[in-house]
C-alpha cells in the first residue's frame, strides 16, 4: 500500500486534469465521439501519463526537493529513496498498454505526436538529457508535456489540422511555457542549493516573471482571432496575466513570494478550465 500510495502521490493527482482534458477536447472538438479510443487517451493522459512525467521528475529532481519548502504534498512528492525504483518501473508498465492501443487506433500523425509527448516526458528529467536543466529549452519541453496531448487527440481520426487549431494551439504553447517558467521563479533558491539550473536561475527571477507575463498577453492576444469564443477564453487568460504581473519587479531574494502567485496559478486552472468547457459546449451546439 506505501508503494501505491507512493506512485499516486508523485504522479501529483490536483494537475491529472491538465493533461486529459487537451486530449479529451480537441478529439471530441475534431470530429471523435465518446468512443472507446476516447476513453483510452483520456485515461491514459489522466494517470499513466502523470505517473510518469512527475513520478520521473520526483526521482532525479531528489537533491532539489529535499530542499524545497513547497514540496512534500499536493505540489510535488518528496519520495524516500527506497520507494524510487517503485516509481520508476510504474512509469513503464502504467504506460505501454495505454500507448500500443493509442499508437493502434490513430494515424500516422497522431502516433508521431504521441512519440514526440512521450520523449518529451522522459527528456524533461531523464539521466543524461535532463531537459528541465536546460534554460528555455526547460519551458519548452515543459509545455510539450500539455500540448502534446491535444495534438494526438485532434490527429487521431484526423490528417489534417484546420488552422483555428493551430492558433488554439500556439496560444495554449505559450500559456504552457509561461507557465512553466513562473513556477520555475519560486523554485530558484532550492535549485541553486541542489545543483540545477532553469530558465529562471539563469535569466534571474525578474526577467523570467516578465517573459512570462509577455507570454501570457500574447496568447490572449491570439485567441482574440477566433471570434467570440476565443474573446471570452482570452478574457479567462488574463486571470494569468493579472496573476503573475504581481510580481513583475520581484527580487531574487524574493523569488520564493511568486509561490503565492503558484497557488493562486493552481485553482485558477480549475476556474479557467471550467470557462473553457463551457465555451467549447457552446461552440458544439452551435455548430
Known sequence: MQRITAVFSSSRPISWVNTAFPYGAAYLLL????DWVFIVGVLFFLIPYNIAMYGINDV???????????????????????LHPTV????????????????????????????????????????????????????ITSSTHFVSPALVGGTMQ?????????????????????????????????????????IATELGGRTTVRLAVCAYVIASALLLTLGIPGLIVAV??????????????????QAFDVHKAWKVFLWANYLVGAVVSMTLIWVFING
Do not use: C, M
Open 31 to 34: 470530429g471523435g465521439s465518446v
Open 60 to 82: 532525479f529532481d531528489y537533491e532539489s526537493d529535499i530542499r524545497n519548502p513547497r514540496k512534500g504534498g499536493v505540489e510535488g512528492a518528496v519520495l524516500a529513496k527506497s
Open 88 to 139: 520508476l518501473w510504474a512509469a513503464p508498465i502504467s504506460v505501454v498498454p495505454f500507448a500500443v492501443a493509442l499508437y493502434v487506433a490513430g494515424t500516422w500523425q497522431s502516433a508521431g505526436w504521441l512519440t514526440l509527448s512521450l520523449a518529451a516526458v522522459y527528456a524533461y528529467s531523464g539521466p543524461k538529457l535532463r531537459f528541465k536543466e536546460r534554460p528555455v529549452i526547460d519551458s
Open 158 to 198: 484526423n490528417d489534417q489540422l484546420p488552422a483555428q487549431f493551430w492558433i488554439i494551439i500556439v496560444a495554449f504553447f505559450l500559456w504552457g511555457a509561461a507557465s512553466h517558467a513562473l513556477g520555475a521563479v519560486q523554485d530558484v533558491k532550492a535549485d541553486r542549493e541542489g545543483g540545477l539550473r532553469s
Open 236 to 253: 479567462a487568460n488574463l486571470l494569468y496575466v493579472i496573476n503573475a504581473a504581481r510580481f513583475w519587479n520581484i527580487s531574487e531574494e
